[in-house]
């Protein structure tokens, strides 16, 4: 067994006030600055916490705050342990390419300084050449196998979703976001990238390891699920006009897209003028928790700003009930190149 030495934060329950997404804690914690690829952060005003549920809340409730918020963010629903092993295993494989500062270990993921951070991207950014053999290794790897088919994370997606049975998609990912690269992920609803199925999955996003808020998590745009659905009709209708085949259609790549198939990488002036003026909800994340996401969630990662150097980890990984139309494409293990 990995010896761990990530450190829990001093208040490990309810890192984020309200800690409990019905609870009644009135004390208000200012949001941290969120630095993203536009200006130097997003206005304050436009930020506040994202809500925190405990394992122990009744199913009924934890269902109706999933429908009603369009993610739950649920405590210690994997083992810490298992977690760390996992942020061990893809950091002591991506070592080689010269990734860590020297001398640290693997399970603390510390970025070494030297390296322009912009060259040492991971998934959903442009990652150096070098680490690209190394990226499929890790994705088909026994382990990462293993883990997107975690008996928590299925028994908890079951549970959640009210399924008797549920399919995980192999296209699960690791993104590693180093301190001081520009964000990985810009805009977007998750639906998007999954055109070719039924926008009935459930994402659930993993930090690997503990992720404060100015670390480069997720963050996610306040009830924004109707407004994704509005977006997705808007494409529909002016894709409809052109008569744009099928298989442009299904592409999250195609020509009314964004970069890399994101709506906008600039957080504060999207949400402003495109996104009704909602709020980015942000969150101290920790090893074991877990967000599950609606496909319409509106969300997008933060600028990685850890000041010692701690690289962001983190997997997506997508569940569909059996029987559901799924996106075939992403039936297949993740390699670069795949283009999705
Ligand atoms: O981790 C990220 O940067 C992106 C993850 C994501 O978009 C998702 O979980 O749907
Ligand atoms: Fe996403």
Redesign the pocket.
Known sequence: MAVHVQSTPQVAHTPNPPGHASSQQSEHREAPLQRTNCGSHVDPKMVDWLNSTSKDTPLSEMRALYARNGYLWVKNVIPRSDVLDMREKYFSTIAPTGLLAPGTSPCDGIFNAELDPNLHQGL?ATPSVSAMGTLDEIHASKEYRDFITHPELCHWVRQLMGWEKEVVLERG?L?H?VPGSKC??GI?Y?QLFLRAGDPVFV?V?VPVGNCAADCG??MYLEKSCELAERIEKRFEERQNKEGMPMEERISAFNHHMGEFGHLSHNTETWAKEDGLGKRWLVADYEAGDVVF?SPWMI?S?SRNCDDTGKIRL?S?LRFYEDGAKLDERWTKTFYNGDRL
Do not use: V
């Open positions: 959903g990912l993104r976001n990985p992920s977007h998750d994402t996003w998590g997720l996401h969300h990662s983190s997506d």
